[in-house]
């Protein structure tokens, strides 16, 4: 029988995350590089500007109850629980990382006020209006219902709370549809990073709007990335990496060996980095 999405996505994390760790840290996502994409810095660094800006372009100043929807190892849930002295939970698919999260809390100091899961972000095991922050850091791309996983977010989101949401996106489709090319480049992303489809930025929007979430703002940032995936590829073929892919299994080589397919649709404009905010 062949495993499900949820399973390959397990599965994929549960092999990939000690080698991302052990190469590039504790933040499983995107660098910001500057509004022009063109600054130069550590790969941490970007990551860390990268939650900061987002912080800053949302409008949030403070939080004391904090979810990370699709946590990893709790890069963004213990760096949010750090800077507002909040509590933050974490749900993953993904068993290695909500123990790996456990223990970078315990060795922070944070496992008092943070909490990991392994839980499906399209039925989560939480009361209605929990949460003052929801943070969802490129989770969205691997859901199958975008729909249901808004609304879940939107459940579990208290009355005045914000959601922030950032997920992988392909181009808007208004002015023309995605040519056969573009549908085949996509689908070769789906494969290797276990996705089930991506939307477009415009799309996410109107189902915001249907939530209904209140002060909508969203923003791509494609530009300001991109620059991440030379970064990943250069540190992907360092004798360090090639040993731990060996060890981490066929899956997470293929992942490593098509970083490509993600620099080239940024380069191409098929691959968006798209940022949604919006308040119950």
């Known amino acids: 029988m062949s495993p499900t999405l949820k399973e390959r996505i397990q599965q994929f ?22 509004a022009d994409g063109q600054e130069k810095k550590e790969r941490r660094q970007a990551q860390i500007d990268l939650i900061e800006e987002i912080l800053q372009w949302s409008g949030v100043e403070k939080a004391e109850n904090i979810l990370d929807v699709g946590c990893g190892i709790g890069g963004s849930s213990l760096y949010l629980a750090a800077k507002f002295n909040a509590v933050a939970t974490g749900i993953t698919l993904s068993p290695v990382q909500a123990n790996r999260a456990q223990e970078r ?59 922030i949401f950032v997920t992988w996106c392909h181009r808007p489709v208004d ?9 085949r480049e996509l689908e070769k992303i789906y494969q290797v990073y276990c996705l089930p489809y991506v939307i477009s930025l415009p799309e996410y929007e109107a189902i915001a709007q249907q939530l209904p979430l209140k002060n909508i703002h969203t923003d791509d940032w494609s530009v300001a990335v991109a620059r991440f995936w030379d970064v990943v590829v250069d540190s992907a073929f360092t004798p360090q990496a090639l040993f731990g892919l060996l060890r981490a299994g066929w899956g997470t080589i293929s992942g490593a060996l098509s970083l490509g397919l993600m620099r080239r649709g940024y380069a191409s404009g098929l691959i968006r980095f798209g940022l949604l905010c919006g308040e119950k």
């Open 105 to 163: 809390a315990r060795e922070l100091g944070l496992a008092t006020r943070s909490n990991f899961l392994v839980a499906d972000a399209q039925e989560m095991p939480f009361e209605d209006n929990s949460f003052d922050l929801v943070w969802s850091l490129e989770s969205g791309e691997h859901m199958p219902d975008k729909t249901k996983f808004l609304q879940e977010c939107y459940r579990v989101l208290k009355p005045g709370g914000k959601l």
């Open 13 to 34: 994390y549960d092999a990939s995350s000690g080698l991302w760790e052990e190469i590039w840290g504790e933040h499983m996502h995107h660098g910001y590089y500057g």
């Open 175 to 183: 002015t023309a549809p995605l040519t056969r090319e573009e549908v």
